[in-house]
């Protein structure tokens, strides 16, 4: 059992090994962000059309990254994930690089396919190498980090990104993207050590028989616990990334502010306010749940409640510009996107942390991974295609304030899993073993004080 004293004796080392992973997951977004900025002028060299162009940054990324997500997750699970996150590192540079030094618009998209691929462990191999790292009840705030990380890359990739490939080219982004990550997969190669796998449980040296990976997908999904999480987290994306996709144009139509205005308020309001709702969400997870898990529920239902009720308030709110900051005009309702960026992302790093708990050390990956695979089919691929047909068919009936309604709509999906996670809070699965409802598990090496009703 590890004594109590062991999980305070965190230092800079264990702190480090998360920036490292941090750093990758935020160059994944930026790279993704930085396709936006790339579309015109890869449109004009290639005279490629919208549809095209709708392909190569979202549709041939997300289908790839999805059908290799699972497994991706089972090599992460079977081998050494430091290694695996050198060799997916290398892969990813060089993709990055070709697509840079593409000579036809088909060359471009087959590159940003491999860098589809090269991609897909990334994310279940640093969420396992996490739960490794802190144990418990001192992994959300680590997890809020990790997945923090893209709103503020973000920010940065849509600016800086703007600036190279307006002053050198849309290639020379891709060579900025790529060149850091050489570096990267050498750290990841010659300087990190792996960890001890299920170091915060019990037997965490004793890997269970090896199962396929149709196999390890099926017992996972019989575990009702991770099959409710798994479900819930999938189907509050999809309400997510419509809102993400379709916030500018809403601002255009609805508010009458122009592009650049709209992009800018976009992504600056609700980046941040989703960034610093992460981290306080994370931390105060960790305070909480350290007494009762019951919180790793509680507070994603409560940043649903939360969200939900800003959300209606901001999609419903009439036009008006409340003050002008930087020559950028605000509208008034963009208290209430902020307040809703905020509450948002409560849900992350407790989901997380729970799913991380209801499997055993050699599942994690591939159950990160699993939920992965649902989010992005839900969320990025069709997410805001409803959103968008929604908008379409609410012509005749509201206009042009189509848009307004099929996000009211689509917002109101978010009952589904809040539904689920009040099914999980009645039923406590983690008060199971890890993997009971499978064939194999152990019980976890954290002892958490006494849970209370609080």
Known sequence: MIKKEDSRQLGWRIHGFLALLVVTYAGSFMGRQIMSVMIEPIKLEFNASDTA???ISGLAFAVVYAFLG???????????????????????????????????????????????????PVTPASLSLISDLYPPHRRSLAISCFTGAP?????????????????????TGFFVIGTP??????????VIREPVRGKWDLGGGLEPPREGLYKAALTLIRNRGCAMLIGASAITT??????????????????????????????????????????????????????????LVRIPLFGHFM??????????????????????????????????????????????????????????????????????????????????????????????????????????????????LWSLLRTRPWQNEPGQQHDTGTQPDFTPLPETNS
């Open 70 to 120: 699972l497994p991706a997750g089972r090599l992460s699970d079977r081998h050494a994930r430091t290694r695996v996150l050198a060799i997916t590192l290398g892969l990813w540079a060089f993709a990055t690089l070709l697509c840079g030094f593409s000579v036809s618009f088909w060359m471009l998209i087959v590159a940003r396919m491999l860098v589809a691929a090269a991609e897909a």
């Open 151 to 171: 709103t503020i890359s973000s920010i940065v990739g849509l600016s800086a990104g703007a600036w190279v490939i307006d002053a050198y080219g849309w290639r």
């Open 53 to 55: 162009m709708g392909l």
């Open 238 to 295: 999809f309400g997510a990334f419509s809102f993400a996709m379709w916030n500018t144009a809403f601002l255009v139509r609805s508010h009458e502010l122009s592009l650049q205005h709209a992009g800018i308020l976009a992504g600056v309001v609700t980046g941040l306010s989703a960034a610093v709702g992460s981290l306080f969400s994370g931390w105060l997870t960790d305070r909480l749940s350290a007494r009762n898990r019951a919180w």
């Open 181 to 190: 990550l050489v570096l990267m997969s050498l750290i990841f190669a010659l």
């Open 307 to 420: 969200a939900t009720s800003a959300m209606i308030a901001y999609l419903l709110s009439p036009a008006g510009i409340a003050f002008t900051f930087a020559g950028v005009p605000v509208p008034t309702a963009m208290f209430w996107c902020a307040l809703s960026g905020f509450f948002t992302v409560f849900w992350v790093g407790p989901s997380f942390n729970l799913l991380t708990q209801l499997v055993t050390q050699w599942q994690r990956a591939t159950v990160i991974a699993l939920q992965t695979v649902f989010t992005t089919l839900l969320g990025v691929g069709l997410g805001p295609l409803v959103t968008g047909a929604l908008s379409d068919a609410l012509i005749p009936y509201a206009g042009e304030e189509s848009l307004r309604y099929a996000l009211v709509i689509v917002t109101f999906t978010i009952v589904i899993p809040m539904l689920m």
